[in-house]
């Protein structure tokens, strides 16, 4: 099994929804680049807030390629 990590920091000003954007568009990028793998589990963790740009980690576990 592997693993592939998306770690994205979003910007003191940036709009949650172009940052929600960003990665989603990112992580469905990759998996249409790789039709082969097939996705066994994935984990999603964020941090900061009110006074810290918002960081949000996606880690998904896949058999193939």
């Not at 099994?1 to 990112?26: H, I, N, W």
Request: glycine share 6%.
């Amino acid at each position: 099994m592997r693993c592939k990590l998306f770690c994205r920091k979003s910007g003191y000003f940036t709009r949650p929804e172009a940052f929600a954007d960003v990665l989603q568009r990112e992580v469905n990028d990759w998996l249409a680049a790789n039709p082969s793998i097939r996705v066994v589990h994935v984990l999603q963790s964020s941090s900061g807030g009110s006074l810290e740009p918002t960081s949000v980690n996606v880690s998904v576990w896949y058999e193939g390629q």
